[in-house]
């Protein structure tokens, strides 16, 4: 069986795909991004704690302004909504340090 020639345009189908379903998850028209919206697990609290203060005290402001909105069952207008393109993974680089440096602790433990 020939293998299939890949299709041009999928890489802007799965583009906007993803920009769909980041809409219709519904956290921005809160103001979150997405990492404000992990599941918080061990390795994840020790990348917060890591967090630089003025980054940490972003996400603070943007929690407790989405728990204020969603208690009043009420979204941000649409021009405050954060937008996939402006949406930046601020937890990502933290969070790659404390896994490697997790799976590097459980190899030495191994030994």
């Known amino acids: 069986m020939a293998a299939r020639a890949p299709v041009s345009g999928g890489g802007r189908l799965l583009e906007s795909i993803r920009k769909w379903y980041y809409n219709a998850a519904g956290f921005n028209k809160l103001g979150l991004m997405r990492d404000d919206v ?16 003025p980054l940490y005290n972003e996400r603070i402001f943007r929690m407790k302004r989405a728990l204020d909105l969603s208690l009043k069952h009420q979204i941000l207008p649409k021009e405050q909504w954060v937008k996939y393109e402006e949406d930046k993974r601020y937890l990502e680089p933290y969070l790659k340090e404390v896994i490697r440096e997790r799976l590097e602790r459980e190899a030495w433990n191994k030994k």
């Open 38 to 53: 992990l599941y918080e697990d061990d390795d994840v609290k020790e990348a917060l704690k890591r967090l630089p203060e």
